[in-house]
Protein backbone atom coordinates (compact mmCIF):
# COMPACT_ATOMS: atom_id res chain seq x y z
CA UNK A 1 0.00 0.00 0.00
CA UNK A 2 1.56 3.19 -1.10
CA UNK A 3 -0.18 6.96 -0.26
CA UNK A 4 1.88 9.59 -1.69
CA UNK A 5 0.76 13.27 -0.53
CA UNK A 6 1.79 16.10 -2.49
CA UNK A 7 1.07 19.99 -2.51
CA UNK A 8 1.69 21.59 0.88
CA UNK A 9 3.13 25.04 1.02
CA UNK A 10 3.63 28.52 2.73
CA UNK A 11 0.64 30.61 2.05
CA UNK A 12 -1.01 33.74 3.66
CA UNK A 13 -4.23 33.90 5.69
CA UNK A 14 -6.87 33.77 3.27
CA UNK A 15 -5.46 32.14 0.34
CA UNK A 16 -5.72 28.72 -0.62
CA UNK A 17 -4.41 25.34 -1.36
CA UNK A 18 -4.51 21.94 -2.80
CA UNK A 19 -3.55 18.74 -1.55
CA UNK A 20 -3.12 15.63 -3.77
CA UNK A 21 -2.88 12.08 -2.37
CA UNK A 22 -2.08 9.32 -4.78
CA UNK A 23 -3.23 6.04 -3.59
CA UNK A 24 -1.66 2.38 -4.41
CA UNK A 25 -1.61 -1.37 -3.58
CA UNK A 26 -5.45 -1.62 -2.94
CA UNK A 27 -9.08 -1.39 -3.98
CA UNK A 28 -9.78 2.48 -4.22
CA UNK A 29 -13.03 2.32 -3.71
CA UNK A 30 -13.12 -0.20 -0.80
CA UNK A 31 -11.59 2.23 1.38
CA UNK A 32 -12.23 5.92 3.32
CA UNK A 33 -9.06 7.73 2.25
CA UNK A 34 -8.60 11.28 3.21
CA UNK A 35 -6.42 13.32 5.88
CA UNK A 36 -5.21 13.85 8.92
CA UNK A 37 -3.42 16.78 10.19
CA UNK A 38 -0.69 17.28 13.19
CA UNK A 39 0.51 20.77 14.11
CA UNK A 40 3.23 20.83 16.74
CA UNK A 41 2.70 19.72 20.33
CA UNK A 42 -0.99 18.32 19.72
CA UNK A 43 -2.14 15.02 18.61
CA UNK A 44 -3.11 13.73 15.17
CA UNK A 45 -6.84 14.79 13.82
CA UNK A 46 -9.15 13.84 11.24
CA UNK A 47 -9.24 16.44 8.84
CA UNK A 48 -11.81 14.92 5.97
CA UNK A 49 -12.30 11.99 3.98
CA UNK A 50 -14.44 10.83 0.94
CA UNK A 51 -15.40 6.62 1.05
CA UNK A 52 -17.45 5.74 -2.09
CA UNK A 53 -18.36 2.00 -0.63
CA UNK A 54 -20.26 3.45 2.35
CA UNK A 55 -21.38 6.34 0.96
CA UNK A 56 -19.81 9.03 2.92
CA UNK A 57 -18.28 12.21 3.12
CA UNK A 58 -16.21 13.67 6.44
CA UNK A 59 -15.14 17.12 7.45
CA UNK A 60 -13.87 18.17 11.18
CA UNK A 61 -16.35 21.24 12.59
CA UNK A 62 -12.85 23.33 12.43
CA UNK A 63 -12.72 23.11 8.47
CA UNK A 64 -16.44 22.83 7.51
CA UNK A 65 -17.28 25.33 4.70
CA UNK A 66 -13.65 26.03 3.66
CA UNK A 67 -12.28 22.94 2.67
CA UNK A 68 -13.83 20.54 0.51
CA UNK A 69 -12.44 16.88 -0.45
CA UNK A 70 -12.88 14.87 -3.61
CA UNK A 71 -11.49 11.78 -5.77
CA UNK A 72 -11.31 11.19 -9.84
CA UNK A 73 -10.25 13.59 -12.38
CA UNK A 74 -7.53 10.88 -12.25
CA UNK A 75 -7.40 7.15 -11.16
CA UNK A 76 -6.87 6.74 -7.68
CA UNK A 77 -6.59 10.23 -7.06
CA UNK A 78 -7.97 12.09 -3.77
CA UNK A 79 -7.45 16.07 -3.35
CA UNK A 80 -7.92 18.20 -0.85
CA UNK A 81 -9.16 21.87 -1.76
CA UNK A 82 -8.01 24.32 0.89
CA UNK A 83 -9.87 27.90 0.87
CA UNK A 84 -9.62 31.18 3.23
CA UNK A 85 -6.73 29.25 4.92
CA UNK A 86 -6.55 30.50 8.86
CA UNK A 87 -3.12 30.17 10.56
CA UNK A 88 -4.36 27.60 13.05
CA UNK A 89 -4.23 24.94 9.85
CA UNK A 90 -1.04 25.26 10.28
CA UNK A 91 0.16 20.94 10.29
CA UNK A 92 1.54 18.71 8.60
CA UNK A 93 -0.92 16.83 6.48
CA UNK A 94 -1.48 13.48 6.24
CA UNK A 95 -3.23 11.36 3.67
CA UNK A 96 -4.57 8.22 5.15
CA UNK A 97 -6.94 5.60 4.74
CA UNK A 98 -9.06 2.73 6.49
CA UNK A 99 -11.66 0.35 5.53
CA UNK A 100 -14.27 2.63 7.29
CA UNK A 101 -15.02 6.43 7.31
CA UNK A 102 -15.55 5.68 11.14
CA UNK A 103 -11.88 5.41 11.42
CA UNK A 104 -11.04 9.05 10.79
CA UNK A 105 -12.30 9.81 14.76
CA UNK A 106 -9.16 9.15 16.26
CA UNK A 107 -5.59 8.63 14.48
CA UNK A 108 -4.71 4.85 15.93
CA UNK A 109 -7.26 3.41 14.27
CA UNK A 110 -5.95 4.01 10.66
CA UNK A 111 -4.53 1.20 8.73
CA UNK A 112 -2.32 3.22 6.45
CA UNK A 113 -0.10 6.54 5.96
CA UNK A 114 1.19 8.34 3.49
CA UNK A 115 3.99 10.91 4.25
CA UNK A 116 3.19 14.23 5.22
CA UNK A 117 3.14 17.62 3.38
CA UNK A 118 3.71 20.75 5.26
CA UNK A 119 1.09 23.23 5.29
CA UNK A 120 1.94 26.94 6.52
CA UNK A 121 0.07 29.94 6.92
CA UNK A 122 1.30 32.96 7.91
CA UNK A 123 -1.05 36.34 9.58
Known amino acids: VQLQASGGGLVQAGGSLRLSCAAS????????IGWFRQAPGKEREGVSC????????LYATSVKGRFTISSGSAKNMVYLQMNNLKPEDTAVYYC?????????????????WGQGTQVTVSS
Open 96 to 112: AADRSASSWSKANWIAY
Open 25 to 32: GFTFDDYA
Open 50 to 57: ISKSEGRT
